[in-house]
């Protein structure tokens, strides 16, 4: 291939998508990458600093040399990374200077998988696959309380799910590329599925897709 195929996937957290993606990507050889680190990257380098998490000139000089080649997902998953990520990701100018390190991103050879919440609207629009990854709220609360568990935390099942609302009112109700499915992605809803049956479907789609490719 002479240019890289890309696969965008989308969706609200612990629908799974990010496990569909690096399940995909470790199936065909691509590049991963979760989208949603990088903004917890910025997260961990202004907490790390003890910089103002409001000041988004400051924000955006670290957004602009974030190496996407180093993220530890154990250290970024973090709850207060992730409270952190959450205020920076609506500034425009971070997002501006992360879509454009993403989007290189997305033209390593043979090929990338992209996974977060504006993949297929805004980072990559053109990528010959496009999915959407859902679940009810209840079963992604769920998935996530479970995981919280089995990594020896505790949790309260309705304070999960109840964080796991608020996190896809501000994903969706944001001005800025807010979460929605791109008008040509294929929906997976994977309340139902498990992980394998989810990725049998996915890489159905991508098949048929890199045999036209």
Known sequence: MTKAFTIAIDGPAASGKGTLARRLAEHYGFHHLDTGLTYRAVARTMLDQALPLNDEAVAEAIALSVSLNHLDRNVLAAHDVGEAASKIAV???????????QQNFAQTLPGTVLDGRDIGTVVCPDAPVKLYVTASPETRAERRYQEIL????????????????????????RSDSPLRPASDAHLLDTTKMDIETAFLAAQKLIDAALARH
Do not use: C, H, N, T
């Not at 500034?91 to 390190?101: C, D, E, G, I, T």
């Not at 020896?152 to 964080?163: C, E, I, K, M």
């Open 91 to 101: 500034m425009p100018a971070v997002r501006r200077a992360l879509v454009k390190a």
């Open 150 to 173: 089995s990594k020896g935390g505790q949790a309260v099942y309705d304070d999960v799910l109840s964080d796991l609302k608020l996190r896809d009112e501000r994903d969706m109700g």
